[in-house]
């Protein structure tokens, strides 16, 4: 009767092991989230260096990768925060800066930006 409880035991315990999410701080931002905050509509005042992110498993993490300019006159959708650990905005447009699960594109600075609407 021992070896039987110390079997269902361990058993209950070892599926209780497996069950468990392992590596939960492996798990990525989403790029979709982040770009779901530029709703705002601006123009650039001025010709700003643009970097295309990949995100990490925290705000740490991201990568940023230098990605062009958007140039005076542009349009596109602006975050309405500063994101703290850059100190600039998400920006998305419907051809060029797009979002997906590990992408977003991001623009240093406030000083660039008039609004639109």
């Known amino acids: 009767m021992k070896k039987y409880l110390i079997l269902l035991t361990t058993l209950a315990l070892g ?27 601006v123009r650039a005042r001025k010709t700003v260096r643009v970097y295309r992110v990949t995100t990490g498993n925290s705000e740490a993490n991201n990568r940023f990768h230098f990605a062009g300019y958007l140039h005076k006159g542009s349009k596109v959708f602006v975050s309405r925060y500063l994101m703290s650990t850059g100190g600039g905005r998400v920006i998305k447009s419907k051809y060029r800066y797009y979002h997906n699960y590990r992408t977003f594109f991001f623009v240093f600075g406030n000083h660039w930006l008039t609004s639109v609407r």
């Open 15 to 41: 599926l209780l092991f497996f069950a468990m999410p392992i590596g939960t701080n492996a798990a990525y931002l989403n790029g979709n989230g982040y770009a779901r905050e530029a709703t705002h509509l």
